[in-house]
């Protein structure tokens, strides 16, 4: 995956540790403890000779209207710039066991300490992923973007207003914004810290993190910028893929006919990626395009699109008093098409984003209705 620009000061000052002990506090953090109900005890320690946390966890998921993780926390407020160096330290669980794929660790941020809390979070996953995770309300269901990368030992959290970004390692061995932001509001004072959680309920699992920097974001810290090309799956639809991120504009030019590829633009070259694997990119000539159906001529937002087999719509709805050309908050959602005309009443949200009427491109939909590719602006 090709990650740019806007690169997170490697030299961020540590949080203070002097913080007055307080519960199980350790290092920076005032407590930590389990969230949700996990089958055993968690643990968390620290090192100050080698400025290394150690967390183990027990617990089913961090998904759904529910968490069970361990947690270690402190209370702040406003914008805030979060990196760390992770590693896993159990072994690998087996194949087909729960944790093989979804074992997980990284940065959290809550708005309290109950388990469905509204939150966000940047994730190591036992999958070779980072992932984006996000629920916006108490007691809502979980969303996450995916970010393919080889590089997972770093990672990186900022929150400016109510817009959430992760960065992750590029090339250079500096962290750079991933592409894939979110809107969700979470006011403070609210609790950030590091959580694991194993992903299986008859399991165990210890990561350690070190040079831990969680601070204010300083002052004039401003949204990193760029585009973002993504795919959701409207079969699943809580889960979304960062395709392509860049420093200017991407531009989406189709699908081929057996929609593993999305071709785009960007950076002045015609390019194609795999349409669930960002970590593969390559040059690439647009295809030519199948027909597309038209959309039904009714006032649906500020862009829309039918499916192949003409039974959804997807369509964007802006911010009152912007044009569709002006960059704005905007929710992608889809409905179904019931005797021609769109059944908004049935309509169901599956994202928030920055982003304008191109956001939902001509082509977005796979020609095998399966999924929807779309551009954020971060």
């Known amino acids: 995956m090709k990650v740019m620009m806007w690169a997170i000061a490697a030299t961020l000052p540590v949080a203070a540790a002097g913080i007055a002990a307080q519960g199980n506090a350790i290092g920076q953090f005032i407590d930590h403890r389990d969230i949700g109900q996990p089958a055993s005890p968690g643990e968390a320690s620290y090192d100050p000779q080698r400025q ?142 590091l959580g694991v959680c194993p992903h299986d309920p008859k399991a165990r699992e210890t990561m350690a993190f070190s040079d831990v920097r969680i601070a204010a974001a300083p002052a004039g810290t401003r949204k990193p910028g760029g585009t973002t090309l993504q795919t959701i799956n409207i079969g699943t639809p809580p889960e979304q893929t960062v395709i392509h991120h860049s420093s200017g504009p991407v531009s989406m030019t189709g699908w081929s006919a057996s929609s593993e590829w999305v071709h785009f633009s960007s950076e002045g070259k015609a390019r194609r990626a795999k349409a669930w694997d960002s970590d593969v990119v390559e040059t690439a000539q647009p295809p030519q395009q199948a027909a597309r159906l038209v959309a039904p001529a009714v006032a649906l937002g500020i862009a829309r699109q039918v499916s192949p087999d003409g039974r959804s719509i997807a369509y964007l709805t802006g911010t009152p008093g912007k044009t569709p050309s002006m960059a704005q908050d905007v929710v992608l959602r889809l409905a179904p098409v019931v005797d021609g005309k769109p059944a908004t009443d049935k309509a169901v949200e599956l994202v928030k984003l920055w982003g304008n009427a191109a956001s939902l491109p001509r082509s977005a939909w796979s020609p095998d209705g399966k999924t929807i590719a779309f551009i954020s602006l971060d």
């Open 52 to 193: 290394r946390y150690r967390i183990t966890a027990a617990g089913q998921n961090m998904w759904a209207d529910r968490d069970d993780f361990h947690f270690a926390w402190k209370r702040m407020s406003g914008d805030v710039v979060a990196t760390t160096r992770l590693d896993f330290v159990s072994p690998a669980p087996r194949p087909g066991d729960g944790g093989y794929l979804h074992r997980k660790g990284g940065i959290v941020l809550r708005q309290d300490l109950d388990p469905d809390s509204a939150y966000v979070d940047v994730l190591r996953m036992g999958n070779q992923q980072m992932s984006l995770q996000y629920r916006e309300v108490k007691g809502g269901q979980t969303r996450l973007i995916w970010i393919n990368t080889p590089r997972q030992g770093t990672v990186g959290l900022t929150k400016i207003g109510d817009y959430a970004y992760l960065s992750v390692l590029g090339a250079d061995g500096k962290l750079h914004h991933a592409g894939g932001s979110f809107k969700i509001r979470i006011t403070g004072p609210y609790y950030i810290g």
